[in-house]
């Protein structure tokens, strides 16, 4: 992994690529989310920051226990990608509300079907994510299936700091409002590309040999 | 039991303090909280453990990340207060598995339980008994250690739970 905290320049070059890694990722998912909600939705340009894990959770909420919707998945293929996706409780409330009629509970009791209808919605980003990536780097990365958690901001965003048993620092963090003409909604997706898809990605957009410049 | 708020231990932090102080861990997912106890002089801490064992070239303000250096760290800082080692008990929560991913072929366990045997086999080797346990499952958990009593509160806000262990 990259010394995130070292040369300054590559510091930078690193931060514009996954800047512009965040841009496709984003365009795309508001065009599925426009079909899906069935009305014209916009994307603010994605905030992309690097975050250090002990810090993740601010992301969300300054509240580590606070309840929140957390979508994951992981590639196969030509490298490994971690991927998490979190809305904060409006967030959530918003988002089923313009999907389906009726009462939202709170996040706690969410029935089954919410849960599948979050996790569509979840998919939809993360898989834009991935096929940014691929776009980009021309590697072939497949997405697995997501699995949704509902419980503690931090507790959920443990599952991306540590689940491999290795030791990262800093995590992507990418961070978007969904808007349309009625509502917000804020959302946070988390990746942790691995060497792999960070040299083809540097590569891509500096040539070959970029890290020796 | 004080009435104030307990003090927040961190991922990674390793915190000790006498009565009537509490300390909490809040949001254990799949990291593991291990609280060590002295009834004789109320003292105790909290470590907020990430990974089992500790990888090469960490720094020195890293070590309360793993179990394998944490606990031996919270150890010491118990033993600068008056806490002996000898007279020490665990309780141990978290190490929960917070997403369930269908894998074809799942090489090890998740990474939740791998932290509970690591502090649970450091804790051994260090002869320390581990008195409660809270671990495991798909939920998060907030545990508090009251030093007043060496009781440990575990909150889960998923499944509703609140209990004393």
Redesign the interface.
């Known amino acids: 992994m990259h010394d995130f905290e070292g040369d300054d320049r590559l510091n930078q070059m690193l931060r514009d690529a996954l800047q512009e890694l965040g841009n496709i990722g984003v365009a795309h998912s508001a065009t599925a989310l426009s079909q899906i909600l069935n009305r014209k939705v916009d994307m603010s340009v994605p905030r992309v920051t690097l975050v250090r894990v002990e810090e993740m959770y601010k992301r969300i909420s300054n509240n580590p226990g606070e309840v929140v919707v957390g979508i994951a998945s992981e590639t196969l293929g030509d490298g490994k990608m971690d991927l998490l996706f979190i809305l904060d409780e409006p967030s959530t409330k918003t988002l089923l509300s313009a999907l389906r009629a009726g009462e939202i509970p709170p996040l706690t009791d969410l029935a089954e079907l919410d849960k599948e209808i979050l996790v569509e919605v979840g998919n939809i980003i993360l898989l834009h994510c991935v096929s940014a990536m691929n776009t980009f780097t021309g590697l072939r990365l497949y997405p697995m299936p997501p699995s949704i958690a509902v419980d503690m901001n931090n507790a959920i965003i443990q599952h991306m700091i540590n689940k491999d048993g290795e030791y990262k620092r800093h995590m992507i963090s990418v961070e978007v409002d969904i808007f349309t003409e009625t509502m917000n909604i804020k959302g946070v997706v988390f990746m942790f590309p691995d060497q792999t898809e960070l040299d083809k990605l540097m590569e891509q957009l500096y040539g070959e040999g970029w890290d020796v410049i | 039991m004080n009435n104030e708020s307990p003090e927040s231990v961190?991922?990674?932090e390793v915190k000790v303090g006498k009565s009537p102080l509490s300390f909490q861990a809040?949001?254990?997912?799949?990291?593991v909280g291990v609280a060590l106890y002295d009834s004789t002089f109320k003292v105790g801490g909290l470590a907020h453990i990430?990974?089992?064992t500790k990888?090469e070239n960490?720094a020195q303000n890293?070590l309360g990340?793993?179990a394998d250096t944490a606990i031996p760290l919270l150890v010491q800082k118990l033993s600068e207060i008056g806490g002996g080692r000898a007279r020490l008990v665990a309780k141990i929560a978290g190490g929960?598995k917070?997403?369930?991913?269908?894998?074809m072929n799942e090489r090890?366990a998740?990474?939740g339980s791998?932290?509970v045997e690591a502090a649970k086999s450091v804790l051994t080797s260090l002869g320390i008994p581990i008195i409660a346990e809270e671990v495991g499952g798909?939920?998060?958990?907030?545990m508090i250690l009251h030093l007043s009593s060496g009781d440990v509160e575990i909150i889960s806000?998923?499944q509703?739970i609140r209990k004393i262990i």
């Open positions: 961190g991922i990674g809040v949001a254990l997912g799949s990291c990430m990974l089992p990888g960490i890293d990340k793993f929960a917070m997403f369930d991913f269908k894998r090890q998740d990474i791998r932290n798909t939920y998060g958990r907030t806000l998923s509703k």
